[in-house]
C-alpha cells in the first residue's frame, strides 16, 4: 500500500471516496472546507436528520452513484478539547476495515490544525496501513474483492515536503512479523525460518550465519537442543547481524523465542491450554526477524545490531526430553529440566549465551514465554523486566511513542528460591505463583551481568482473537515498532 498527500487547493481534488473527520464544534464551518465537493447546506440538512452532530465513534455514509465521486464518509471526532491521537487512530482503523474491500484508494481529509507534528500524521498513517493489513496466503478461493492500494491525505500546503518512506518500512516490518506468527506450523517450520531470515539478509545487505543442531551441539548448547531433540525437523540457529557503515557507537542484540509448534512436550499442553494455537510461538522471534527487516531498510547510524533466534519445535517422540532431565547449557550451567513445557527459556538460555559472547552494550529478548504474563496484564500490555533503569526507561518511552502497551515487572530476588533444584544448578520450573518472574530470573543466569539486558513477555500480545485498534484480528506484530523506535532514538 502507497501513501500520498494532496498538497494542492481543495477544489482541484477528483477522487472517488472520501473520508472526513469533523470536530463537535462548528461544523458549519468545517463543512465549509468541502463545498467544493459537496453542498455544504445539503449535508447540514442530512446531519439534522440522522441526529448527526460530530459525536465521537459517530459516522454517516453518502454515496453518489452517478457521480466521479462515490462515497463520502463523515466521521465523528468528538470535541475538539478532548481529541485524542488514538481515538482518531482508532476510529480510522475500524472504518478502513469496514470499507477496505470496495475502494483502491482512499482519500482522508481531517482537521490538519488540531493534528500538530509531521509525526502524528506518520503515525496515522502506520495505523491506517496495518488497519487495513490482510492477509489471504491460505485461501484457496480468491478473494474477488478490490484490494485497498493507496491512501491519500488531503493535506492541501499544511505539511510541506513529507515522505512516507520510513512509515512504509516500519510496516512492512510489522507485516513481516505477522505473516510469520500467522503461518502454520506445518508452513513455517524452523528451516522455513532461515530461509526466510537469508532473505532479509539478501534483500538489506545484512550478515548471516544459520547454524544446523552439530554446530549447536559444537557449541555446547544442550538447553536448546534438548527441546529440539522430540521433533523429526532440524533445528536452525539463526544470526543476522546490521552494521552502518562507519563508526560504531553501540553495540546491540535482539533475541526471540522461535518455537514454531510448543505442544508442550511430554508436559503435554492438555484442557484449556490452547494447544491448536501455539504455532504463534515464535511471536518473539517475528519480532525480532521484523525489527531486522525494517532497520535494515532505514540502516540507522553507529550501531552494529545483532538478530538472534534460537528456532525449533516442542514435539515429542521417543528421544523427546524426558522430564526430569539435566542437560547443560553453553554457558556450562546444568538444568533439571523439571517440565517440558517450560522450553522457551532452555532456548533462550543458550540464545542468550551467544548473545552475551558477542559483548553487545545491551540485549533485548522478545518471548511468548509464560501464561501468567496473560493472566496478570492481558492482551493489551506487555510485561518487561530489566536490570538497568536507563534501558527501562528508554524502551518505556518507545513503546508509549508508538502505542505498544509495556508494563515493567520486577525482579524479585527472593523467587530464585523457586528455581533451586537439588540435582542441579536450577530447575527450569519454579511454582505457579508468580510464574512470569520467576522465567524472568531463569533467563538472568545465562548473559554476562554488566550487559543491559531487558526481557519482553509477549504471550498475551502477539495474537488478537478480535479486531483491537490498528490490529486486525489475528498476528499483531506487536513489538516490532517498539524495538524500532528504540533504536531510532540513539
Ligand atoms: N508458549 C508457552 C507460553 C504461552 C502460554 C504463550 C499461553 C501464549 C499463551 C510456554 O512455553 C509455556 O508453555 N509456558 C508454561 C510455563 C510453565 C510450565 C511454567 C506456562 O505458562 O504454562
Ligand atoms: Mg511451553
Ligand atoms: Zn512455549
Same mark, same amino acid.
Given at each position: 500500500?502507497?501513501?500520498s498527500?494532496f498538497?494542492?487547493?481543495?477544489?482541484?481534488?477528483q477522487?472517488?471516496?472520501?473520508?472526513?473527520? @469533523?470536530?463537535?464544534?462548528?461544523?458549519? +464551518?468545517?463543512?465549509?472546507?468541502?463545498?467544493?465537493?459537496?453542498?455544504p447546506?445539503?449535508?447540514?440538512?442530512?446531519?439534522?436528520?440522522?441526529?448527526?452532530?460530530?459525536?465521537?465513534?459517530?459516522?454517516?455514509?453518502?454515496?453518489?452513484?452517478?457521480?466521479?465521486?462515490?462515497?463520502?464518509?463523515i466521521?465523528?471526532?468528538?470535541?475538539?478539547?478532548?481529541?485524542?491521537?488514538?481515538?482518531?487512530?482508532?476510529?480510522?482503523?475500524?472504518?478502513?476495515?469496514?470499507?477496505?474491500?470496495?475502494?483502491?484508494?482512499?482519500?482522508?481529509?481531517?482537521?490538519?490544525?488540531?493534528?500538530?507534528? $509531521?509525526?502524528?500524521?506518520?503515525?496515522?498513517?502506520?495505523?491506517?496501513?496495518?488497519?487495513?493489513?490482510?492477509?489471504?496466503?491460505?485461501? *484457496? *478461493? *480468491?478473494?474477488e474483492?478490490?484490494?485497498?492500494?493507496?491512501?491519500?491525505?488531503?493535506?492541501?500546503?499544511?505539511?510541506?515536503?513529507?515522505t512516507?518512506?520510513?512509515?512504509?518500512?516500519?510496516?512492512?516490518?510489522?507485516?513481516?512479523?505477522?505473516?510469520?506468527? /500467522?503461518?502454520?506450523?506445518? +508452513?513455517?517450520?524452523?528451516?522455513?525460518?532461515?530461509?526466510?531470515?537469508k532473505?532479509?539478509?539478501?534483500?538489506?545487505?545484512?550478515? @548471516?550465519?544459520?547454524?544446523?543442531?552439530?554446530?549447536?551441539?559444537?557449541?555446547?548448547?544442550?538447553?536448546?537442543?534438548?527441546?529440539?531433540?522430540? +521433533?523429526?525437523?532440524?533445528?536452525?540457529?539463526?544470526?543476522?547481524?546490521?552494521?552502518?557503515?562507519?563508526?560504531?557507537?553501540?553495540?546491540?542484540?535482539?533475541v526471540?523465542?522461535?518455537?514454531?509448534?510448543?505442544?508442550?512436550?511430554?508436559?503435554?499442553?492438555?484442557?484449556? +491450554?490452547?494447544?491448536?494455537?501455539?504455532?504463534?510461538?515464535?511471536g518473539?522471534?517475528a !519480532? @525480532?526477524?521484523?525489527?531486522?527487516?525494517?532497520?535494515?531498510?532505514?540502516?540507522?547510524?553507529g550501531?552494529?545490531?545483532?538478530?538472534?533466534?534460537a528456532?525449533?519445535?516442542?514435539?515429542?517422540?521417543?528421544?523427546?526430553?524426558?522430564?526430569?532431565d539435566?542437560?547443560?547449557?553453553?554457558?556450562?550451567?546444568?538444568?533439571?529440566?523439571?517440565?517440558?513445557? !517450560?522450553?522457551?527459556?532452555?532456548?533462550?538460555?543458550?540464545?542468550?549465551?551467544? !548473545?552475551?559472547?558477542?559483548?553487545?552494550?545491551?540485549?533485548?529478548?522478545?518471548?511468548?514465554?509464560?501464561?501468567? %504474563?496473560?493472566?496478570?496484564?492481558?492482551?493489551?500490555? /506487555?510485561?518487561?523486566?530489566?536490570?538497568?533503569?536507563?534501558?527501562?526507561?528508554?524502551?518505556?518511552?518507545a513503546?508509549?511513542?508508538?502505542?505498544?502497551?509495556?508494563?515493567?515487572?520486577?525482579?524479585?530476588?527472593?523467587?530464585?528460591?523457586?528455581?533451586?533444584?537439588?540435582?542441579?544448578?536450577?530447575?527450569n520450573?519454579?511454582?505457579? /505463583?508468580?510464574?512470569? %518472574?520467576t /522465567?524472568?530470573?531463569?533467563?538472568?543466569?545465562?548473559?554476562?551481568?554488566?550487559?543491559?539486558?531487558?526481557?519482553?513477555?509477549?504471550?498475551?500480545?502477539?495474537?488478537?482473537?478480535?479486531?483491537?485498534?490498528?490490529?486486525?484480528?489475528?498476528?499483531?506484530?506487536?513489538?516490532?515498532?517498539?524495538?524500532?523506535?528504540?533504536?531510532?532514538? $540513539?
Amino acid at each position: 500500500m502507497q501513501f500520498s498527500t494532496f498538497q494542492k487547493n481543495l477544489n482541484e481534488w477528483q477522487g472517488a471516496s472520501l473520508i472526513f473527520g @469533523v470536530v463537535e464544534e462548528e461544523i458549519e +464551518s468545517q463543512l465549509e472546507n468541502i463545498r467544493f465537493i459537496v453542498d455544504p447546506k445539503l449535508l447540514l440538512k442530512k446531519f439534522t436528520t440522522k441526529k448527526f452532530k460530530g459525536e465521537k465513534g459517530k459516522c454517516l455514509n453518502f454515496e453518489f452513484l452517478d457521480q466521479k465521486l462515490e462515497t463520502i464518509i463523515i466521521i465523528g471526532l468528538g470535541k475538539s478539547k478532548d481529541l485524542n491521537k488514538d481515538d482518531i487512530k482508532n476510529s480510522l482503523g475500524d472504518l478502513i476495515r469496514k470499507i477496505l474491500d470496495k475502494n483502491e484508494k482512499i482519500s482522508i481529509l481531517l482537521p490538519w490544525e488540531l493534528i500538530n507534528s $509531521k509525526l502524528e500524521i506518520h503515525h496515522l498513517a502506520e495505523s491506517v496501513r496495518l488497519s487495513a493489513y490482510k492477509d489471504n496466503r491460505f485461501n *484457496k *478461493k *480468491k478473494d474477488e474483492h478490490k484490494v485497498l492500494k493507496e491512501i491519500e491525505f488531503l493535506t492541501s500546503n499544511k505539511f510541506e515536503n513529507i515522505t512516507f518512506d520510513e512509515t512504509e518500512k516500519i510496516c512492512e516490518g510489522v507485516e513481516l512479523a505477522r505473516r510469520l506468527v /500467522a503461518a502454520p506450523p506445518n +508452513s513455517l517450520t524452523p528451516k522455513e525460518m532461515s530461509i526466510q531470515a537469508k532473505q532479509i539478509a539478501k534483500d538489506h545487505g545484512l550478515g @548471516v550465519k544459520i547454524l544446523d543442531a552439530k554446530q549447536c551441539e559444537d557449541l555446547g548448547m544442550g538447553a536448546y537442543l534438548a527441546v529440539a531433540k522430540g +521433533s523429526d525437523l532440524e533445528p536452525k540457529f539463526i544470526h543476522l547481524t546490521l552494521k552502518s557503515e562507519g563508526p560504531i557507537k553501540e553495540k546491540i542484540a535482539l533475541v526471540g523465542k522461535g518455537l514454531t509448534f510448543d505442544s508442550g512436550g511430554y508436559n503435554l499442553k492438555v484442557g484449556a +491450554s490452547q494447544i491448536e494455537m501455539m504455532k504463534y510461538d515464535m511471536g518473539g522471534s517475528a !519480532a @525480532v526477524l521484523g525489527a531486522a527487516k525494517a532497520l535494515g531498510a532505514i540502516k540507522p547510524k553507529g550501531l552494529e545490531i545483532h538478530f538472534i533466534v534460537a528456532a525449533c519445535e516442542n514435539m515429542i517422540n521417543g528421544s523427546a526430553v524426558h522430564p526430569g532431565d539435566v542437560v547443560t547449557a553453553s554457558n556450562g550451567k546444568t538444568i533439571e529440566i523439571n517440565n517440558t513445557d !517450560a522450553e522457551g527459556r532452555l532456548t533462550l538460555a543458550d540464545a542468550l549465551t551467544y !548473545a552475551s559472547n558477542l559483548k553487545p552494550d545491551s540485549i533485548i529478548d522478545l518471548a511468548t514465554l509464560t501464561g501468567a %504474563i496473560v493472566v496478570a496484564l492481558g492482551n493489551d500490555v /506487555a510485561g518487561f523486566w530489566s536490570n538497568d533503569n536507563d534501558l527501562a526507561n528508554d524502551l518505556k518511552t518507545a513503546s508509549t511513542v508508538v502505542g505498544e502497551g509495556l508494563w515493567q515487572m520486577p525482579l524479585q530476588k527472593s523467587y530464585k528460591e523457586g528455581l533451586k533444584s537439588h540435582i542441579a544448578d536450577m530447575k527450569n520450573t519454579g511454582p505457579r /505463583a508468580g510464574g512470569s %518472574i520467576t /522465567a524472568a530470573l531463569f533467563l538472568e543466569e545465562f548473559f554476562n551481568e554488566e550487559i543491559k539486558w531487558a526481557h519482553i513477555d509477549i504471550a498475551g500480545t502477539c495474537w488478537t482473537d478480535k479486531n483491537n485498534g490498528l490490529n486486525p484480528s489475528g498476528a499483531t506484530g506487536f513489538g516490532v515498532r517498539t524495538l524500532v523506535q528504540w533504536i531510532k532514538n $540513539k
